[in-house]
């Protein structure tokens, strides 16, 4: 069975510091792929990146990067030098070749930057 | 700006009413998807079209009703509807109906008010 762990609820910092968001998933599936998704009060779930699972490489895209590890089933984000405007509900997900494109979430980790 | 697009932004209904909420998207993609999202709660998947016919039904009650009447649009038509249903209703669409574990793109929703 597909299962997606934020186990951070909420995280609170101030403008300009680093922040990780965990994720860790569970899956029998041998190919299954891996997403980070951006939900701001507007509610719009924003896409910010897709792993697939022979890919371990990480990815930097500006202030964000991501850290795929296998052996702890785990697909980390790190903004650095957070600013306001990243405040937002943040969400992992995971979709199982088995299982085409539905995407299970993980419960989602409030993220507030502050001034 | 999003290109799925979802209307109403908003709604509010009675027990009784019937209403449909709308979805359209010109990424020419073939899958269009229906989620649902209760406050402080994740996206969780009702329904899958591809290629305009339903793959996936989430064990959905009839009282929602999915529509493709094309492949650009997706309608959700509701009816006796109950409180518990009041959420946040989203439409997402992906260039892969399935198993290509592709990055769905979402609308900004229609957040649904039952009474």
């Known amino acids: 069975a597909q299962k997606v762990t934020q186990a951070q609820t909420e995280i609170s910092v101030v403008e300009k510091e680093d922040v990780t968001l965990d994720c860790v998933y569970e899956t029998r599936d041998t190919t299954y792929y891996l997403f980070w998704y951006k939900q701001p009060p507007s509610g719009e779930l924003v896409f910010l990146i897709r792993?697939?699972?022979?890919?371990?490489q990480n990815e930097i895209s500006g202030r964000y990067s991501w850290n795929f590890q296998k052996s702890t089933s785990s697909f980390n984000f790190t903004i650095t030098a957070s600013q306001v405007v990243d405040s937002a509900v943040y969400f992992c997900a995971l979709s199982e070749m088995e299982y085409g494109n539905k995407l299970v979430f993980g419960a989602g980790t409030i993220l507030r930057v502050k001034s | 700006d999003t290109e799925v697009t979802q209307t109403p932004k908003h709604l509010v209904m009675g027990m009784t009413n019937k209403k449909s909420l709308k979805c359209e998207q010109h990424m020419g993609h073939r899958a269009m998807y229906w989620y649902k999202q209760k406050a402080k709660k994740p996206p969780e998947l009702m329904f899958v079209y591809s290629y305009e016919k339903l793959s996936i039904n989430e064990s959905v009650p009839s009282r929602f009703s999915p529509e493709c009447p094309n492949s650009s649009l997706l309608n959700l038509h509701l009816h006796a509807l109950q409180p518990e249903d009041s959420a946040l209703y989203l439409c997402a669409s992906s260039s892969q109906p399935a198993g290509g574990g592709t990055e769905a793109f979402f609308g900004q929703g229609t957040r649904l008010t039952v009474v």
């Open positions: 792993r697939n699972s022979f890919d371990e």
